[in-house]
């Protein structure tokens, strides 16, 4: 296994069920070189999984108290996950996670695309016309442009979407015209960003048997250059690096010779072999 860390942690300021104390202590138990808090930025819907601004504050003081708190012990940057639809100000953060969760809906709802099955299914039935490749036509042209505008650091969880489609419930992830859907927002992404996570929290939480994206995506953003960073999505402080033997396997099978960590310094990414 290579160095240990990761950018993409939650705690209760969003929808982690872990302090943010216990974290960093699982991780300097996991051997980790460095972590990254990841909150999910403020949003102005479905806010129970976001950060408020009071939250926010405060989500920003006790990650600078624990930078200095744990400084000999654990490089710790202040970071957060930006759904497409927030309306956060990066400026009081580090580093910033783009992705997309939420797609609008024509009665001005927002319907996010790793919900409860039945919720995407109505949904795909009563605003894309049943046309499950429309849907996915949408999600990742909504990621590609959002990532190609904002320019985050890090892309979360290209292909969230596949979370509710394991069993090819949705769609066939073969059919040509839905990988292209996934490659068309690839070619557009990597103008804005080009570290892609591979994040194990499907894993870790709903039992998926790989990480996001899947290997075919995964070859192909290396085909057009793209770089990758492992992590876990972590919500529960003993799931830090739940998944990372496999990730690891998968990144050095699709070619990969170096991945990015969060750095143990002043850089915000160092580079390790993953050979
Ligand atoms: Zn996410
Ligand atoms: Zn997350």
Redesign the pocket.
Known sequence: MFTLSSP?N?TPYCDGKSTAEDMVLSAIRHGFVSMGF?S?AKQDFDTFYAMDEAGEAAYIKEIKQLQTQYADRLRIWLGM?RDSYSYADCAPFEYV?G?VHYLPLPDGKMFPVDGPMDMVTSAIKDHFGGDSLLYANTYYGRLGSYIREYKPDII??FDLLMKNNRQGELFDPEDPLFIKAATDAMDEAALGCKLLEINT?GMARHGAPIPYPAPGLLAYWRQIGGQVIVAA?CHQAAQIAYGYEEAARLIRAAGFKKAAILGRHKALFEWIDVV
């Open positions: 993409h939650h990841s999910h996950e996670m992705a979360a969880h929290g999505d």
